[in-house]
C-alpha cells in the first residue's frame, strides 16, 4: 500500500495525457503529410496518362483497316495454346532415392545414425 501511496499521481497522469498527445498529433499530421504527397503525386500522374491516352486514340484513328491474316493466326495460334497447349505433363508420383555415396561433414553423423538404426 505505501508503493501506491509513493506515485506522485499528478505527475503520471500530466506525463500520459502529455504522451497520448503527441501520439495524437504525430498520427495527424502524418495524415496530412501523406495526403499532401498523394494530391502531388496524383496531379503529376495525370498529365502523362492523358497524354498515353491521346496518343492511343490517335493510333486508333490512323489504323481503320483490318487485321491481316498473320495476325489472325497469330492471335488464334496464342489463344488455342493459352486454352488447350498443355506445357509439361507430370505423372504426379513422387520417388526418394536414398544416396550414401555421399558423405559431407555436415551430415556424415545423422547418415551413420541411420545405418545403425536400420
Known amino acids: ?3 501506491f501511496l509513493a506515485i506522485n499521481w499528478g505527475n503520471a497522469i500530466i ?4 504522451g497520448f498527445a503527441v501520439v495524437f498529433i504525430v498520427l495527424v ?8 504527397f498523394g494530391s502531388i503525386m496524383s496531379k503529376s500522374s495525370k498529365k502523362p496518362a492523358a497524354a498515353a491516352a491521346q496518343a492511343v486514340a ?3 484513328k490512323e489504323e481503320s483497316g483490318d487485321m491481316t491474316a498473320e495476325e489472325n493466326a497469330a492471335i488464334a495460334m496464342a489463344i488455342y495454346q493459352y486454352c488447350f ?3 509439361d505433363e507430370e505423372s504426379l508420383v513422387l520417388t526418394f532415392h536414398e544416396q550414401e555415396e555421399h558423405y559431407h561433414p555436415w ?5 551413420g545414425i541411420n545405418k545403425f538404426n536400420k
Open 1 to 3: 500500500m505505501s508503493t
Open 15 to 18: 506525463v500520459t495525457f502529455f
Open 58 to 60: 490517335a493510333e486508333a
Open 107 to 111: 551430415n556424415s553423423k545423422i547418415i
Open 85 to 87: 497447349g498443355v506445357h
Open 29 to 36: 499530421l502524418l495524415i496530412f503529410v501523406l495526403q499532401l
